[in-house]
């Protein structure tokens, strides 16, 4: 039901973990739907230099997660502001239908950690 | 790759014996057991076999089983067939909110009919309050269900005791055997039950075959309508070649019964211990006591970790067994047994079936007790909740939580 690439990032997940001193931390989901994401981020100028994620979730959260932080790690917030769930999805090779709803958030927690960024430094 | 099968309550391989008693019913034997020819007549002898093959593992009567295509359509006759047939008497069904969908978007069905359900509740250990049972009882009740068994949990239902109290109030009483058969000694006599249900699938037999033991005067409106099979009690040619499977699983559950029962028991608690010592915060699913629970199942919550990431990951070890999350129930919820349960809504995600059988052997739980532990660990620290200070975000406005009272 996975593609090759979610099973791929799923069983070899990308940049998991926390930093220590991030400067913007973002996370959506909740425990009912079963998928909750964390993200880190390390923002130097305007550039994403480091990303870490956490995430509790099924297979598709987990690999969208990491997904998401290959996707950001050296765009400007402003590149990352308009990465779109769907556009993880699809860097993905595709998600079942079903978890187009809950798992698929990681773009969403990487702008609240952006948001979050922000709202510490305001420009 | 190691491929070690702990989801025996999903479905079991067909038995060998099982197979080589069926494969005659496809080609050399092929008639239409209703056919007055010969080919109709070697056909017809062996349904006859194969429904005394069932009566004896359910101790009843051969005429008292009719044969179906599963364990659901069991579930929806047996209800539904009985709503139909005594609606003149009442409106009142008394199920429990732990059944499997069968039994419970039955009932929600014949809710939308005009029926009355009550839905018993189960405490922390998924167990049934038997006064509250007998205190629902109206004259308006005219069936209670109750399962056997609980496929997700194992919990075995005080059959017996259920079965007198719908005696003393003259109330029908179904249940969904298809757990407990083979697992554990199911007498439909004993236990005063009307109707029990059966699956093939579960006990070694093919899927798509099943039997329903109907205990004889008990009137029951048909279901599947059509040709006089059955004794007009289920139309539909019949599936010999599944039916003759069915008869000889029955026969092999009942003959070894006691002696899997005791080999599949001790690798079920070797596991369970094993899981429970070695791994922190893990949370039996069921009745600590493991003599109330089949002997094949374990279910257990692997705090902070979500079900299915869990099962991908022991996938790749060659591992398959099942999970209540909401990922895996094709939801947005998680298993409803666990809501029931009270169980916390993390804990319910995380929720995880071991349903062992007499393949397993011992290298295998060993194996599994090796491998268990890194995966777990390895997926706690990719969880936010782990080692987590500020509070779990619990409630979503998107999704709706079914709570079954
Ligand atoms: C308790 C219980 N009842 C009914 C069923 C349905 O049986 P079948 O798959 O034969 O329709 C199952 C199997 O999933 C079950 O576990």
């Not at chain 1, 402003?78 to 779109?84: F, K, S």
């Not at chain 2, 702990?6 to 014996?17: M, S």
């Amino acid at each position: 039901m996975y593609t090759e690439k979610v099973m791929d990032h799923f069983s070899n997940p990308r940049n998991v973990g926390e930093i220590a001193n991030a400067n913007g931390v973002g996370e959506v989901g909740n425990a009912s739907c079963g998928d909750i994401m964390k993200i880190y981020l390390k923002v130097e100028g305007d550039v994403i230099q480091d990303v870490k994620f956490k995430t509790f979730g099924c297979g598709a959260a987990i690999a969208t997660s990491s997904m998401v932080t290959e996707l950001a790690i050296g765009k400007t917030i402003d590149e990352a502001l308009v990465l779109t769930n769907q556009a993880v999805a699809e860097a993905l090779d595709g998600l079942p239908p079903a978890k187009m709803h809950c798992s698929n958030l990681a773009a969403d927690a990487l702008h609240e950690a952006i948001k979050d960024y922000r709202e510490k430094h305001p420009a | 790759m190691n491929k070690i099968y702990l989801d025996n309550n999903a479905t079991t391989a067909v038995k060998e014996e099982v197979l080589d008693a069926m494969l005659p019913y496809f080609r050399e034997q092929f008639g239409n057991p209703s056919s007055v020819h010969w080919a109709g007549r070697m056909v017809s002898s062996a349904i006859e076999k194969a429904r005394e093959q069932v009566a004896e593992l359910l101790n009843c009567s051969p005429a008292e089983v009719i044969f179906l295509s599963c364990g659901s359509e069991g579930d929806n006759y047996a209800i539904k067939g009985t709503a139909e047939a005594l609606k003149h008497k009442g409106n009142h069904i008394i199920t429990t909110a732990v059944e499997h969908p069968a039994v419970l978007e039955t009932c929600e069905a014949l809710e939308k009919d005009g029926f009355e359900v009550t839905y018993l509740g189960v405490d922390r250990d998924g167990m049934l309050d038997l006064k509250e049972l007998e205190a629902a009882i109206t004259p308006q009740t005219i069936l209670i269900s109750v399962m056997w068994a609980n496929n997700e949990t194992g919990n075995i239902f005080p059959i017996s005791e259920i079965g007198a109290i719908a005696k003393k109030h003259r109330v029908r009483f179904h249940t969904d055997a298809v757990q407990a058969a083979g697992k554990i000694p199911v007498d439909v006599r004993a236990a005063n039950v009307d109707m029990a249900v059966i699956s093939g699938h579960k006990i070694g037999a093919p899927k798509g075959v099943g039997a329903m033991y109907l205990k004889r005067g008990t009137k029951i409106n048909r279901f599947m309508h059509g040709g006089h099979q059955e004794r007009n009690r289920r139309a539909g040619t019949h599936n010999v070649a599944g039916i003759v499977g069915l008869g000889v699983a029955c026969e092999l559950a009942l003959r070894d019964l006691d002696s899997n029962y005791a080999y599949v028991r001790q690798l079920r608690d070797k596991l369970e211990q094993g899981i429970l010592e070695t791994i922190p915060e893990v949370k039996l699913n069921g009745h600590p006591d493991a003599d109330l629970r089949l002997p094949n199942t374990l279910n257990v919550s692997f705090n902070y970790i979500e079900g299915e990431s869990l099962l991908l990951f022991f996938d790749m070890k060659g591992i398959a067994a099942s999970s209540g999350s909401a990922c895996t129930s094709g939801s947005l919820e998680p298993s409803h047994v666990m809501g029931a349960m009270g169980v916390d809504i993390v804990l319910a995600h995380s929720s995880t079936r071991f349903s062992l059988g007499p393949d397993n052997t011992e290298e295998e739980i060993d194996y599994v007790l090796n491998e268990l532990p890194p995966i777990v660990q390895r997926l706690r620290e990719m969880s936010p909740l782990y080692n987590r200070e500020e509070p779990t975000p619990l409630s979503c406005d998107e999704c709706r939580m079914v709570h079954r009272a």
